[in-house]
């Protein structure tokens, strides 16, 4: 320890840092790179303060590095340079690069373990945990911020259009009449959705319990292929080319984009993250309603659950033990109820331990605040199937891109549902192989 | 009689060239070399390992139909930013150079836009052709023109045409200014004695003399639309609706930074390399031949 500590000194000495303050000298520090501003970024600097506050052994510094993609990127060439922070954040996307960057991690189970720090992986929604874990039952990093599609509902615009707005939602069938409907009622934007991939082929296959990729969506090995070109789903979005054709949904972007159309109240109903609640509810000068996100009656199985979206911690190897600690320590504290709980109330993010969902019932939040509980319940009803356990296919954040291409074409008229997905398995499943190429 | 200044022995003229060759071996040979060499291989993200593909990365990308339309979208588009650039650069030099009474302002006021960083520029257009909530959608929705570069593959593209040129007619008329002002009057005034209107002393007097700094921008321009508009794209497309506005450069930067692919990243950079050492080659050996320095 005073070894290491020496060491630390020299090196520091040497690179002149100036982070390496008095101070900091008396603490082991642990640098977490993150990707959140704003709102999110002052809520994650408050829970670095609150640990870095409860003790005095170890001092954590968060980084913020741009967004998701620019976060792993950061964290990838820094390890490439032999200057890796201890924690990185990476979106659920990157979550098969990192499985397969074998000498580039340290898994969270085993940072605990050897750290000696109190931790339940079992304590962890099923949902979420299935993400992150291998198929033998090892957590590879630490769930942080998870998040489900659900659908808003914008009621004062139903009741102008003359609809009801307690009308049920729950199946597609629904929304479809709700649609034409609202179209007919002068509603000049009835649909809009955000991450159309995510939620309208990702999600949508584990809720209605079918294969988004073979290989159990990847989990099973690297030489999967993309599967989400089968007959459900080619019905739903072949729907909603329909939709796009007549004036009953309207694409608005890749990402969030539509969120500034339903928040302005141009549109009805507008499927999106469950964590774009404080946005709405800050926002949004109308009645609005969280309603679980709609299936298709009729299809076997559906509803299943649903999947998450966000991101997860990953410890990065090439470190000192004595700092393993600090971050086996740190985690442990992340995953505590009360700052889950918290975490949950304050950013719509999902509670992802059963005991923060536990907690945040108790304290009556539910209730003051209805529509919250829906995201977890959805994920949480029926137990994950191979086809709802999520996805981990290399090279993702491109193949949503394809997807998003192939998509537009079928909002834009130029490509029958059928043939874009088509399209988009051919070009993913290259994607695929040059992941399975570079990992073998 | 050669009146020319030779350097005696070899010494001194190469210690003169040595500190350009220097900068050149390392900021340019040396990277060169490395995407050469990193288009051999595949690599994992994190350099753990990297496999020997030969050829492979080539293959895989000009097996690629997207990635060979690429090369017409990125001719389409440098075409048209050029073009764009350079003309609207051109005429307002013109019009600068005619007035008398404050024409200091009205230049001041036209090179402001360079100061734009590309990717705010970007975002600027994007906001105004916003297509729910941009003002310039609004009122082309009121004269009945639904704008929607969201899903039109031509709208996205004349958006980042205009978002690239914008910035890029403050530089060039810069240049054409101070070029048409280094134009002596005499000449001018003799042809108006002759007889010869505005657009006939223009054609056949002022562009012509013109013609070097107008190949400086020429170049200079290209080399911009190829490699500095990258900005504007990622700001206000993403390199869509599929992948219309996804240009060479733009898609070195997608494989390699967002899908970590590094060794068809450093594939696409070697290609674009030979594309525009091929450019160049062209332009100094037929265009220039035109020029009248």
């Known amino acids: 320890m005073v070894k290491s500590k020496l060491?630390?000194?020299?090196?520091?000495?040497?690179?002149?840092?100036?982070?390496?303050?008095?101070?900091?000298?008396?603490?082991?520090?642990?640098?977490?790179?993150?990707?959140?501003?704003?709102?999110?970024?002052?809520?994650?600097?408050?829970?670095?303060?609150?640990?870095?506050?409860?003790?005095?052994?170890?001092?954590?510094?968060?980084?913020?590095?741009?967004?998701?993609?620019?976060?792993?990127?950061?964290?990838?060439?820094?390890?490439?340079?032999?200057?890796?922070?201890?924690?990185?954040?990476?979106?659920?996307?990157?979550?098969?690069?990192?499985?397969?960057?074998g000498g580039a991690i340290k898994p969270v189970y085993e940072v605990m373990a050897e750290g000696g720090a109190e931790f339940n992986p079992d304590g962890y929604l099923g949902a979420v945990k299935g993400y992150y874990t291998t198929t033998t039952g090892e957590m590879l990093s630490l769930p942080y911020n998870s998040s489900t599609p659900v659908i808003y509902v914008n009621r004062d615009l139903f009741t102008e259009a003359g609809l009801d707005p307690d009308m049920d939602l729950s199946t597609w069938q629904q929304v479809d009449a709700a649609l034409t409907a609202l179209k007919e009622g002068g509603v000049d934007c009835p649909l809009t959705t955000a991450w159309q991939s995510w939620v309208h082929l990702e999600n949508f296959s584990a809720y209605h319990n079918v294969p988004f990729a073979t290989k159990e969506n990847g989990f099973a090995g690297l030489d999967t292929e993309l599967a989400f070109n089968g007959p459900v789903q080619v019905k739903h979005i072949e729907t909603m080319g329909q939709w796009a054709a007549d004036g009953r949904f309207l694409y608005a972007g890749r990402r969030n984009e539509g969120g500034a159309n339903f928040r302005g109240g141009e549109c009805a109903l507008f499927t999106e993250s469950s964590a774009g609640y404080a946005g709405v509810k800050a926002q949004a000068e109308f009645d609005f309603q969280i309603r679980p996100l709609p299936y298709w009656d009729g299809?076997?199985?559906?509803?299943?659950?649903?999947?998450?979206?966000?991101?997860?911690?990953?410890?990065?190897?090439?470190?000192?033990?004595?700092?393993?600690?600090?971050?086996?320590?740190?985690?442990?504290?992340?995953?505590?109820?009360?700052?889950?709980?918290?975490?949950?109330?304050?950013?719509?993010?999902?509670?992802?331990?059963?005991?923060?969902?536990?907690?945040?019932?108790?304290?009556?939040?539910?209730?003051?605040?209805?529509?919250?509980?829906?995201?977890?319940?959805?994920?949480?009803?029926?137990?994950?199937?191979p086809n709802s356990k999520g996805l981990r296919l290399g090279n993702f954040d491109q193949i949503r891109g394809i997807i998003d291409e192939e998509l537009e074409a079928v909002w834009a008229g130029d490509k029958t549902a059928q043939a874009a997905l088509d399209s988009a398995v051919e070009r993913g499943n290259a994607l695929l192989r040059r992941f399975e190429q570079a990992n073998r | 009689m050669d009146k020319r200044v030779t350097f005696r022995g070899w010494l001194l003229p190469a210690a003169l060239v040595l500190p350009q060759l220097a900068v050149t071996a390392v900021f340019f040979f040396y990277p060169a070399g490395q995407a050469v060499w990193q288009s051999l291989f595949i690599p994992d993200p994190f350099g753990l390992k990297s496999q020997f593909v030969g050829t492979g990365n080539f293959e895989f990308l000009l097996n690629d139909p997207f990635y060979r339309a690429s090369f017409v979208t990125t001719a389409v588009f440098s075409s048209l930013v050029t073009l764009v650039s350079m003309g609207v650069a051109l005429w307002l030099a013109v019009l600068a150079d005619r007035l008398i009474k404050s024409s200091g302002t009205y230049r001041t006021l036209l090179i402001w836009p360079y100061a734009v960083a590309p990717a705010v520029a970007g975002v600027l257009w994007l906001f105004m052709f916003s297509t729910r909530v941009g003002l310039v959608a609004w009122y082309l929705g009121l004269l009945g023109y639904e704008w929607n570069h969201v899903l039109n593959g031509e709208e996205?593209?004349?958006?980042?045409?205009?978002?690239?040129?914008?910035?890029?007619?403050?530089?060039?008329?810069?240049?054409?200014?101070?070029?048409?002002?280094?134009?002596?009057?005499?000449?001018?005034?003799?042809?108006?004695?002759d007889g010869a209107r505005f657009w006939k002393r223009f054609w056949t007097i002022v562009f012509p003399l013109l013609s070097p700094t107008t190949f400086f921008l020429l170049v200079v321009n290209v080399v911009y639309a190829?490699?500095?508009?990258?900005?504007?794209?990622?700001?206000?497309?993403?390199?869509?609706?599929?992948?219309?506005?996804?240009?060479?450069?733009?898609?070195?930067?997608?494989?390699?930074?967002?899908?970590?692919?590094q060794g068809s990243s450093a594939a696409q950079s070697v290609i674009l390399l030979v594309v525009v050492g091929l450019l160049t080659i062209i332009q100094f050996k037929y265009i220039e031949r035109k020029v009248h320095y």
Do not use: C
Not at chain 2, 229 to 246: E, K, L, N, R
């Open chain 1, 7 to 101: 060491a630390g000194m020299v090196i520091g000495a040497t690179a002149l840092s100036l982070a390496w303050t008095p101070a900091a000298l008396a603490q082991t520090e642990i640098h977490w790179w993150h990707a959140f501003t704003g709102r999110l970024g002052e809520l994650l600097a408050e829970q670095v303060e609150k640990f870095n506050a409860s003790q005095d052994e170890y001092h954590v510094v968060g980084s913020h590095k741009g967004n998701y993609s620019e976060t792993l990127n950061a964290g990838i060439a820094a390890f490439r340079a032999g200057e890796q922070p201890h924690i990185l954040m990476v979106f659920e996307v990157g979550t098969a690069t990192m499985m397969a960057a």
């Open chain 1, 299 to 385: 299809v076997e199985g559906a509803p299943q659950n649903t999947i998450i979206g966000g991101s997860s911690l990953w410890v990065l190897s090439g470190h000192e033990a004595g700092e393993y600690e600090g971050v086996a320590a740190f985690l442990s504290f992340l995953s505590t109820s009360d700052i889950q709980a918290k975490w949950h109330q304050d950013t719509g993010y999902l509670p992802i331990t059963l005991a923060a969902a536990a907690q945040t019932k108790d304290e009556g939040f539910y209730e003051a605040n209805p529509g919250t509980e829906i995201a977890g319940m959805q994920m949480t009803a029926k137990a994950p199937t």
């Open chain 2, 156 to 193: 996205a593209m004349a958006l980042v045409v205009i978002a690239s040129s914008w910035g890029r007619i403050s530089y060039n008329f810069l240049f054409f200014l101070a070029g048409l002002q280094a134009i002596p009057r005499s000449v001018i005034e003799a042809a108006a004695i």
């Open chain 2, 226 to 261: 190829f490699f500095e508009t990258f900005g504007v794209i990622h700001t206000i497309t993403s390199g869509g609706p599929q992948q219309a506005t996804t240009i060479l450069v733009y898609k070195v930067y997608a494989d390699g930074f967002v899908g970590q692919d």
